[in-house]
């Protein structure tokens, strides 16, 4: 992937991340604390910041940046998981390509949220999405009916996983969140 690329990918999520914040913030109400958008919205103009500033001179560098900055900036579980799939992807997208480096980000995500597929978290739409990437049948419908598929669940792990069978019923933000990231992907057109 090259940097420019990269940068355009991150700028579409970030618009993305802009316009859903109170969407996300509502998602995460009943079942978390309600700061999700506001907290991505926060680290994701960080990151804007960081793009107009400086030079990469890879694509794995931008996504470290990426990384460091959604770390230091977004609070909640948030920060740490978004953080560690962007290190993930950032040690990998240079050497490997962008299946390899979603692997690696995908993996660094259950590495240090512990969930599995059917948890209600972020991993039950990360895990479909690099299926459909894989088989080259990605399609914003396919990401909307992945973040939608988590509303039946009952949250095993997280802020949600306090609420137990209230959780049922609620579209995970996390999810959400990353369906937007994918789907900027998608309109980046350079997967």
Known sequence: MQVA???KWMLLFNEKIQDKQAFLSELDTPIGDGD???NMSRGMLAVVAELETQNFESAGALFKMVAMQLLSKVGGASGPLY?????????????EGLGAGLEAALANIQKRGQAQLGDKTMVDVWIPVLADLQENALTVQKIADHVAATKDLQAKKGRA????ERSVGHVDPGSYSSGLLFEALLEAEVG
């Open 5 to 7: 690329d990269a940068k």
């Open 36 to 38: 999700h958008g506001g």
């Open 83 to 95: 953080g560690s799939a962007f290190l993930g992807l950032s040690q990998k997208i240079d050497s």
């Open 161 to 164: 996983s306090y609420v137990g």
